[in-house]
T-cell receptor, first 114, second 108 residues
Framework: DAGITQSPRHKVTETGTPVTLRCHQTENHRYMYWYRQDPGHGLRLIHYSYGVKDTDKGEVSDGYSVSRSKTEDFLLTLESATSSQTSVYFC?????????????FGQGTRLTVV | DAKTTQPPSMDCAEGRAANLPCNHSTISGNEYVYWYRQIHSQGPQYIIHGLKNNETNEMASLIITEDRKSSTLILPHATLRDTAVYYCIVTTGNQFYFGTGTSLTVIP
């Protein structure tokens, strides 16, 4: 699994509560990504980071924030969870942004907002 | 922003070659083509990538047309464990754009 750990693996939360998902890597890769996967949509990019304290938005960033205070950790926060954020969330890491560099994915976090 | 087009599903007999096509007609000159697969709800697994030359590794071969507008992923001897959703991706450097992929079913 390329040294990527996502936690928790499963979570059920109530609408309106804050939720934080964690992605931890042991590879010292510079780039880290958060994707969500929903039926019929493939994987869609939420946010990504290109270094400590350096982050940028992806195509579905509304309602999400991220932080990266250490190279190894990338946190995804839902400030006030909504039912539309029920999804499977995947973290990915990449050594650099060279187009000749593959990304490695974690095993996912299944989040249910009730 | 669909950068790639793939058939939604395909079947392949066990032991035969599986050929998965992908169209990427708007690919830029320096963009790579990547292939990933996802088994059940696991995290996507990297398979192979290439720029313009054909590539081969222990998992698969990638054939890219000369005009780079399409490619084919070849699994030379498909097994039941190759049943998965296969994603063809064009990367713009920072981001990987996933489509909905091709669901490959390997039939005994």
């Amino acid at each position: 699994d390329a040294g990527i750990t996502q936690s928790p693996r499963h979570k059920v939360t109530e609408t309106g509560t804050p939720v934080t998902l964690r992605c931890h890597q042991t590879e010292n890769h510079r780039y880290m990504y958060w994707y969500r996967q929903d039926p019929g949509h493939g994987l869609r990019l939420i946010h990504y980071s290109y270094g400590v304290k350096d982050t940028d938005k992806g195509e579905v960033s509304d309602g999400y924030s991220v932080s990266r205070s250490k190279t190894e950790d990338f946190l995804l926060t839902l400030e006030s969870a909504t039912s539309s954020q029920t999804s499977v969330y995947f973290c990915a890491i990449r050594l650099d942004r060279s187009m000749n560099t593959e990304a490695f994915f974690g095993q996912g976090t299944r989040l249910t907002v009730v | 922003d669909a950068k790639t087009t793939q058939p939604p599903s395909m079947d392949c007999a066990e032991g035969r070659a599986a050929n998965l096509p992908c169209n990427h007609s708007t690919i830029s000159g320096n963009e790579y083509v990547y292939w990933y697969r996802q088994i059940h709800s696991q995290g996507p697994q990297y398979i192979i990538h290439g720029l313009k030359n054909n590539e081969t590794n222990e998992m698969a071969s990638l054939i890219i047309t000369e005009d780079r507008k399409s490619s084919t992923l070849i699994l030379p001897h498909a097994t039941l464990r190759d049943t998965a959703v296969y994603y063809c991706i064009v990367t713009t450097g920072n981001q990987f754009y996933f489509g909905t992929g091709t669901s490959l079913t390997v039939i005994p």
